[in-house]
């Protein structure tokens, strides 16, 4: 089995920074990719960033394009999500995730992902 560890969360003002941080253990695959989303109270879970482990194949949901970015320190199996700019519609739990896939055109998409961490709040005042 994978776990996976967010960290890195809390309260910031509008404008503000944060880095969250993923943690993968257990089970390894020899290629995969990971992604960030996020979910508000009374909201579905959105995509907000992916990343191939390999490197490269970085996309964005538009609503964080510019502001965040995502990165991976492959010796620490570690995924990063810096955010800068943050503004109060940031607002939301965090959830990083693996797909066992090498890639996967429907990085978008929730089923995509095969594995979850538990999530991490990330709170945005005006």
């Known amino acids: 089995q994978v776990q996976l560890v967010e960290s890195g969360g809390g309260l910031v003002q509008a404008g503000g920074s944060l880095r969250l941080s993923c943690a993968a253990s257990?089970?390894?695959?020899?290629?995969?990719?990971m992604g960030w989303f996020r979910q508000a109270p009374g909201k579905e879970r959105e995509f907000v960033a992916t990343?191939?482990?390999?490197?490269?194949?970085?996309y964005y949901a538009d609503s964080v394009k510019g502001r965040f970015t995502i990165s991976r320190d492959n010796a620490k199996n570690t995924v990063y999500l810096q955010m800068n700019s943050l503004k109060p519609e940031d607002t939301a739990v965090y959830y990083c995730?693996?797909?066992?896939?090498?890639?996967?055109?429907?990085?978008?998409?929730?089923?995509?992902?095969?594995?979850w961490g538990q999530g991490t709040q990330v709170a945005v005042s005006s």
């Open positions: 257990g089970r390894t695959f020899s290629s995969y990719f």
């Open positions: 995730a693996m797909s066992s896939r090498a890639y996967s055109n429907n990085y978008y998409y929730t089923r995509t992902y095969d594995y």
């Open positions: 990343i191939r482990w390999s490197g490269g194949n970085i």
